[in-house]
């Protein structure tokens, strides 16, 4: 069961979640705050800050040929209009291990975290705000674009602008569904300007956006409520990305999503769940891949997929039948560029802290010594096959 020839496969990861002492970052600022839903701080996380060269070199000899990484931005500009040198010639430097041991750096401009000043501005709430993170994206493109050959520009916001502004569970806290399709329409405009940015500056970058979509499937009576979830969570991004110049679309995917007349149902007793609460449906993936394709015409990057288990055989469990299914959606006709899993290694997980367990990669709390999971040689050997067994 073999993929198409150059086809991408690697491990993605996120600032926040495996550098550590992100301070300046709104995140930092609500998992400190005794009145979120947050269980632990991030801390020192994988303190990848310090060890990126040893485990790009480690993933490298897992198999792997690119690694999804984010450019923190409340490091590269801590303060409105001053941009730290010293953090965008760290970047490079992460930019430069990659290219020494064979990986395709696939950079995120802004995964969850915004700037502490940004926020205290309105953050995403207020569209004027766009021009703020259009000059964050030109000032990245013109110190980096060049060594840079892929940019998502947003990660998930969808998931950012639900879970901030309607589920309250993310910052800024909020529930007021207004105010989450007006973030929306902000997040829409600032994957165009971020866009706009790298394709007017200096390399050759292609560009796209990373997007959390679930396969709905809807029950008898849940017909109308599953349109309305699936246009507010995807056929918006969907419809922006289909008439924009994005070279791909970044499909994030974990599990389905039942829906009936009177709402999401929770798994049925007794099927399996992960660390998250999701049901193990690894061949979600395949939909949502179909769904995107069809829904844009664009190629197809998966940018996450994995799964939350201390039980290192279902995540490899997971992994085969979510390739499966991918196969599946290229066989169908679906272009399909690449398969990066989430995620690289165990890390901050946002407001669940560290108790779920993504990666392939075990890492340990007090010493941040790294170990290598039976999944990460079952998946090295998918990379390196450029298929399944």
């Known amino acids: 069961m073999n993929f198409p020839e150059g086809f991408i496969w690697g491990t993605a990861t996120a600032a ?13 600022a609500w998992e400190h705050d005794p009145q ?22 480690l993933l490298a000899g897992l198999g792997q040929k690119a690694f999804r990484f984010s450019i923190e931005w409340a490091r590269v500009e801590p303060e409105e209009g001053e941009f730290s040198n010293a953090a965008l010639a760290y970047y490079r430097r992460v930019i430069d291990a990659c290219g020494r041991n064979g990986l395709t750096p696939v950079v995120t401009l802004h995964h969850f975290t915004s700037p502490r000043w940004f926020a205290a501005r309105g953050g995403w709430e207020r569209g004027e705000n766009i021009a703020y993170f259009r000059r964050y994206a030109e000032r990245i493109s013109r110190s980096l674009g060049e060594a840079i050959p892929w940019v998502c520009t947003l990660n998930e916001p969808n998931i950012v602008a639900r879970i901030g502004w309607q589920a309250g569970q993310f910052p800024p806290g909020k529930r007021d569904n207004a105010l989450r399709e007006q973030v929306d329409q902000n997040f829409i405009g600032a994957h165009a300007a971020a866009l706009e940015a790298f394709k007017s500056g200096p390399g050759a970058a292609k560009v796209g956006v990373c997007l959390a979509m679930t ?32 070279d791909f679309i970044g499909v ?35 939909a949502t891949v179909r769904e995107a394709w069809t829904g844009t015409g664009k190629p197809v990057l998966v940018t996450e997929n994995g799964i939350g288990t201390e039980d290192d055989t279902r995540r490899i469990a997971f992994i085969s039948e979510a390739l499966r299914s991918l196969h599946g959606a290229i066989a169908d006709g679906a272009r399909v560029l690449g398969y990066i899993h989430w995620s690289a290694m165990d890390n901050f997980e946002w407001t669940l802290g560290y108790g779920p367990k993504f990666g392939l990669i075990a890492v340990d709390r007090e010493t941040f010594v790294r170990r290598a999971k039976p999944s990460a040689e079952f998946y090295a050997a998918i990379c390196r096959r450029n298929g399944l067994p």
């Open 36 to 57: 979120s839903p947050c269980r632990e701080p991030s801390g020192d996380a994988c303190d990848f800050l310090h060890r990126y060269d040893d485990d790009l070199a």
């Open 215 to 246: 396969e709905y499937q809807a029950l008898e009576g849940g017909e109308e409520r599953t349109a309305r979830i699936r246009h507010q969570n995807h056929d918006i991004y969907l419809e922006a990305a289909k008439g924009d110049a994005s």
């Open 252 to 286: 994030q995917t974990y599990t389905r999503a039942r829906i009936a007349a009177g709402g999401t149902l929770a798994p049925e007793p007794g099927v399996e769940t992960t660390q998250m609460g999701y049901e193990f449906w690894p061949n979600a993936l395949g």
């Open 16 to 28: 926040h979640q495996i550098e550590g002492g992100n301070w300046n970052s709104d995140w930092w």
